[in-house]
């Protein structure tokens, strides 16, 4: 993950400065998009093509929702226009930089780990 430390910091600085609502990035096989909402940031992650509709199982998915909701800071959400699921955290609009890191580098070890976990738990 240190390649989002190295990155992210100038990027995200300068995000925030812009206009657009959303900024979009993939780190490994993780896909992220961040979006500005009302003094918060919404942190989405997501496999893509791999938690698409059909191809998780939803009562896997609370379970690990309950079990690792201490250990994980994100929640699941699916989308409605796909039905694609994601990794969803907010975090406020003033946190600072190396925390926003901090955070997404969780989240996006928490789509790893669910991703392995709801794709081959029998």
């Known amino acids: 993950m240190s390649q989002i430390s190295q990155q992210f910091d100038h990027v995200y600085r300068e995000w925030m400065l812009r206009p657009e609502l959303e900024l979009t990035f993939n780190i490994d096989n993780v896909k992220v998009n961040l979006k500005k909402l009302d003094k918060q940031i ?49 975090i406020r609009e003033e946190t600072e930089t190396h925390q926003v890191v901090e955070t997404i580098e969780k989240v996006v070890n928490q789509v790893d780990t669910w991703h392995y976990l709801i794709s081959y738990d029998g």
């Open 42 to 90: 919404l942190i989405e992650c997501t496999i893509p093509g791999s938690w698409d509709k059909g191809k998780y199982d939803l009562d896997k998915v609370l379970y690990y929702t309950l079990i690792s909701a201490e250990h994980y800071p994100a929640a699941p959400a699916i989308r409605q226009d796909d039905g694609s699921l994601w990794l969803t955290l907010l």
